[in-house]
């Protein structure tokens, strides 16, 4: 999918205010000073808001608590406090034509599905095309943003920032909050009785990096997201063994699809969101569903889910069936209870000599420097179009890439920036509270409807159904 605008060109600087030098000639009430832009956070939603304040004519400050850009996709084995942190062998399960930044190919010598160190060799590339790090300020943390006496007026914001362990305050005229949502552990402990007897070892994924402590060991990974999934997968070629463990299964989507093509080349195109429309929900559950179980059936693996496939978000894993045929890995259902060695699933069966658990139960997300602005209770916020907090009496606050879509976050934040940079310039302008309200409150109802009941189903959109709602709210359309 490729951008293509009507009408006027988002893309087009409509106005760019002049330089410093240039007031020397202009009466200075005559000059229009450039819009500052405060991004908080430099991964790859930060670099495209750079990019998009730049292509508007903004003077953009994109503040970075760490020493570098690329965020959650900058491997580290001991990460920054404060950023989200992957194990070394994540490979994306978004394909590259389907995550690449419009504007900006990833290389044809790059595969399909690329390690996180290909991807942040992209994310280096593109910073340095578009000359991006400019504008970076690294090691530093947006602590506070309040709104300015005057807001009701100006828009304007208050940013305080601490580099060094020094503070300061800065004026700013819209907000970008890219600071990513796989950042805070969910490790809902209260929900295992008996963990806190358990002498083992337990940890989040967050904190797994590489399998080589859990060589010979007998490891149960709690939860089959795509984390569970993988870690499952890794621990098996070395421990003794590995139990996964899911309360409700999951059905599993591969990367590799019909004729060798990436699965999500294959299934995200307009053709399907155009049948999607005209085939009811159960036609596209039975569809989908034979197909997978064409592959493997999941009942014969301990992995039929009594959900349909559109209501849980998807787990894409190629090794997986493999590593259950072997017996590497054995599914279980949920964990009952843990002991000082074992662990009780709830269908009583018991194991015995666990050496470590891995919780790989997601993440919740939080906007710490924000508290006053917007409330988050149980990974649920409002947002206008999952962007815009529908109160404010001036749309300068957009948050960017707080979204779980069915496909790749990049190009969405890409979009998401190009539509929020013109609200603030006032080139589109948002409906009333009440409409923005009624919005909210209708896709909160249809994702309730549609995916079963957890904290990692609230930010749920389609790939191309959400990109059509964006770019048309910007006076584009998406081809
Ligand atoms: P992040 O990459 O998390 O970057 C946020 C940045 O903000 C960080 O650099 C952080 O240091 C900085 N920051 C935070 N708070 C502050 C502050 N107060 N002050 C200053 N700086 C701050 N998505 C896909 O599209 N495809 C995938 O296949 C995929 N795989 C994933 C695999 C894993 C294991 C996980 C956990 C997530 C995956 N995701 C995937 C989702 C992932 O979140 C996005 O790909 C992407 O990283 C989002 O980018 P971001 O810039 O919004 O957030
Ligand atoms: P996730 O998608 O939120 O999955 C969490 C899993 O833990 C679910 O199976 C959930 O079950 C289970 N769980 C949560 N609380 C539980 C509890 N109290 N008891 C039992 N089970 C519980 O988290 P994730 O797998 O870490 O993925 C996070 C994001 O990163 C996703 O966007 C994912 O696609 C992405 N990711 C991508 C890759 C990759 O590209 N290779 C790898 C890893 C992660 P329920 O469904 O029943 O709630």
């Given at each position: 999918?490729?951008?293509?605008?009507?009408?006027?060109?988002?893309?087009?600087?409509?106005?760019?205010?002049?330089?410093?030098?240039?007031?020397?000639?202009?009466?200075?009430?005559?000059?229009?000073?450039?819009?500052?832009?405060?991004?908080?956070?430099?991964?790859?939603?930060?670099?495209?808001?750079?990019?998009?304040?730049?292509?508007?004519?903004?003077?953009?400050?994109?503040?970075?608590?760490?020493?570098?850009?690329?965020?959650?996709?900058?491997?580290?084995?001991?990460?920054?406090?404060?950023?989200?942190?992957i194990y070394k062998s994540v490979i994306i399960n978004t394909s590259?034509?389907?995550?690449?930044?419009?504007?900006?190919?990833?290389?044809?010598?790059?595969p399909n599905y690329m390690h996180n160190?290909?991807?942040?060799?992209?994310?280096?590339?593109?910073?340095?095309?578009?000359?991006?790090?400019?504008?970076?300020?690294?090691?530093?943390?947006?602590?506070?943003?309040?709104?300015?006496?005057?807001?009701?007026?100006?828009?304007?914001?208050?940013?305080?920032?601490?580099?060094?362990?020094?503070?300061?305050?800065?004026?700013?005229?819209?907000?970008?909050?890219?600071?990513?949502?796989?950042?805070?552990?969910?490790?809902?402990?209260?929900?295992?009785?008996?963990?806190?007897?358990?002498?083992?070892?337990?940890?989040?994924s967050?904190?797994y990096?590489?399998p080589?402590?859990?060589?010979?060991?007998?490891v149960i990974v709690i939860g089959i997201g795509n984390s569970g999934g993988d870690l499952a997968v890794e621990i098996s070629h070395?421990a003794?063994?590995v139990f996964l463990s899911t309360?409700r299964g999951a059905w599993i989507l591969n990367r590799v699809g019909d004729?060798g093509?990436p699965m999500d080349?294959v299934l995200?195109?307009?053709?399907?969101?155009?049948?999607?429309?005209?085939?009811?929900?159960?036609?596209?559950?039975?569809?989908a569903e034979?197909r997978l179980n064409a592959r493997f059936n999941h009942s014969h693996y301990g992995l039929q889910p009594?959900?349909?496939i559109?209501?849980q978000h998807p787990t894409v894993n190629d090794d997986l069936p493999n590593r259950i045929i072997s017996g590497r890995v054995l599914v279980k259902?949920?964990?009952?209870?843990?002991?000082?060695?074992?662990?009780?699933?709830?269908?009583?069966?018991?194991?015995?000599?666990?050496?470590?658990?891995v919780?790989a139960t997601g993440?919740?997300?939080?906007?710490?420097?924000?508290?006053?602005?917007?409330?988050?209770?149980?990974?649920?916020?409002?947002?206008?179009?999952?962007?815009?907090?529908?109160?404010?009496?001036?749309?300068?606050?957009?948050?960017?890439?707080?979204?779980q879509?069915l496909g790749a976050?990049?190009?969405?934040?890409?979009?998401?920036?190009?539509?929020?940079?013109?609200?603030?310039?006032?080139?589109?302008?948002?409906?009333?509270?009440?409409?923005?309200?009624?919005?909210?409150?209708?896709?909160?109802?249809?994702?309730?409807?549609?995916?079963?009941?957890?904290?990692r189903?609230?930010?749920?959109?389609?790939?191309?159904?959400?990109?059509?709602?964006?770019?048309?709210?910007?006076?584009?359309?998406?081809?």
């Amino acid at each position: 999918m490729s951008m293509v605008s009507t009408g006027k060109d988002a893309s087009i600087t409509l106005f760019a205010g002049p330089s410093q030098d240039s007031c020397l000639f202009f009466p200075r009430q005559l000059t229009m000073a450039k819009k500052r832009v405060a991004i908080i956070g430099g991964g790859s939603s930060g670099l495209c808001a750079i990019k998009s304040c730049l292509d508007e004519g903004m003077e953009p400050v994109c503040f970075e608590r760490t020493n570098d850009i690329g965020g959650l996709w900058r491997y580290e084995e001991n990460p920054e406090e404060g950023r989200a942190s992957i194990y070394k062998s994540v490979i994306i399960n978004t394909s590259k034509e389907m995550m690449c930044f419009s504007d900006f190919p990833i290389p044809d010598d790059f595969p399909n599905y690329m390690h996180n160190s290909k991807i942040m060799e992209y994310f280096r590339t593109y910073a340095k095309h578009f000359d991006l790090l400019n504008y970076v300020r690294f090691k530093t943390s947006v602590c506070h943003v309040t709104r300015r006496p005057d807001f009701s007026t100006t828009g304007q914001w208050d940013v305080v920032t601490e580099t060094d362990g020094k503070q300061e305050s800065s004026i700013f005229d819209g907000i970008l909050v890219c600071s990513g949502h796989h950042t805070y552990a969910h490790l809902p402990l209260h929900t295992f009785p008996g963990i806190e007897k358990f002498r083992g070892r337990y940890l989040h994924s967050r904190e797994y990096k590489n399998p080589q402590e859990f060589s010979d060991k007998r490891v149960i990974v709690i939860g089959i997201g795509n984390s569970g999934g993988d870690l499952a997968v890794e621990i098996s070629h070395t421990a003794k063994q590995v139990f996964l463990s899911t309360r409700r299964g999951a059905w599993i989507l591969n990367r590799v699809g019909d004729e060798g093509y990436p699965m999500d080349i294959v299934l995200s195109t307009r053709l399907n969101a155009v049948l999607n429309k005209f085939l009811t929900t159960s036609m596209v559950n039975k569809w989908a569903e034979k197909r997978l179980n064409a592959r493997f059936n999941h009942s014969h693996y301990g992995l039929q889910p009594t959900h349909r496939i559109l209501n849980q978000h998807p787990t894409v894993n190629d090794d997986l069936p493999n590593r259950i045929i072997s017996g590497r890995v054995l599914v279980k259902p949920n964990v009952r209870e843990f002991t000082e060695t074992a662990a009780i699933f709830e269908d009583g069966t018991k194991e015995d000599n666990i050496d470590a658990v891995v919780f790989a139960t997601g993440y919740s997300f939080s906007f710490p420097f924000l508290e006053s602005c917007v409330e988050v209770v149980n990974n649920q916020i409002s947002l206008y179009k999952f962007v815009f907090p529908p109160h404010l009496e001036k749309p300068t606050l957009a948050f960017i890439g707080l979204v779980q879509p069915l496909g790749a976050i990049m190009p969405i934040s890409e979009l998401q920036c190009r539509w929020a940079t013109r609200v603030f310039k006032g080139l589109n302008s948002l409906p009333s509270m009440s409409d923005m309200m009624a919005d909210i409150t209708q896709k909160k109802e249809e994702m309730v409807k549609r995916y079963v009941k957890s904290p990692r189903h609230t930010i749920q959109v389609d790939f191309v159904q959400y990109m059509d709602e964006i770019a048309s709210l910007t006076g584009m359309t998406l081809i």
